[in-house]
């Protein structure tokens, strides 16, 4: 087993770090102040296909492999963990299942807009009564001569508030719901589709999240994602790949937590000494360090599991669960180094704080990831 990144991983690194220290950072603060999607940053990002990742280059996509996706979703977080999410989710759960389950000719129809970002994607699973418990779903499909019409609404909608491209999961009425739920691709222009105000959240305060309400929406027959029944297979499927990249985020927060944390420890004096000579800061230091790499190493693991075919549920949702518990522990750890500063907007480590503890909730709550890996545990053979 090679733990050294090959030469392409290197560059991709290197490429979007300095991107996104120069076109991202001046500008993250304010965006995070005052919950604004930066659209002039978005235009940028087109080119460089941040929203093409792992498209093939028929569609316009960059076609990497997912070690260096993750690798990219992690420096992007580093800096902007919203729209770290933002081109995560378009690119895990808003792209992959159509590359998966859908037909030639609904790839052609979408992927190329979302591939240069002309169209954002967005998943659409959680209600009221469906988070966790995906069977929960009430939102309803009737099937009609000129295709479906769907009722009801998706709430904490990731990039909401700015998507044009939707994966909305509903049941046929009258049918069972954890066996009959269904995918469907709904345009924003569809009539009765209409988005709901945007969160105020603790934190990605720069992702625009909202609710999105389907009253009426007519939808063709065309626009169903694999067959009828099949959402919650898709959905799963679209998970497993959605969480490489949460838990390649939540890697990016807690590698920036721990940057700030190693300048701030050998600039602050206290008592006639830098903190960085503390024997306290230096445990902190150590612990943040070696939960980092560890880490990076489960990314890249399940990363690798998926490229090369293999079942990744498993090796996701581990990735999920203690690359999220990490950041949260580290951004902890971190705002302690900073003391009185750290509880202060004066410093960045305040804003990975609060973006640090979604990342244990979205695409599968820790509680959710521990579910899966016990499953997979206990239907190995003895």
Sequence with gaps: MDFNPCMKHQLIRKTVREFVESEIKPHVALMDKESRFPWEIIEKMKPLNFFGLQVPKIYGGADLDTISYAITIE???RVSAAL?????????????????????????????????????????LTEANAGSDAGGVETNAVETKDGFIL??????VTNGGVCGTILVFAVSEGRDKKNYASVFIVEKDCPGFSVGEIEDLCGMRANPVSSLFFEDCKVPETNLLGKMGQGMKIGLIALDTGRIGIAAQALGIAQAAFESSVSYAKE??????????????????????????????LVYRAAACKDSGKAFSEASSMAKLYCSATAKEVTDMAVQIHGGYGYSKEYDVERYFRDAKVTQIYEGTSEVQKMVIARSILSKPS
């Design 151 to 156: 009722n009801g609404t998706k709430i904490f």
């Design 84 to 124: 770290g999410l933002c081109v995560t989710v378009h690119n895990s759960v808003g792209i992959f299942p159509i590359l998966k389950f859908g037909t030639k000719e609904q790839q052609n129809r979408f992927i190329p807009a979302m591939a240069s970002g002309d169209s954002i994607g967005a998943f659409c």
């Design 75 to 77: 420096e992007l977080s």
């Design 268 to 297: 602050r004096q206290q008592f006639n000494k830098p903190l960085s000579k503390f024997q306290t800061i230096q445990n902190y230091l150590a612990e943040m360090a070696t939960k980092i790499d560890a880490s990076r190493l």
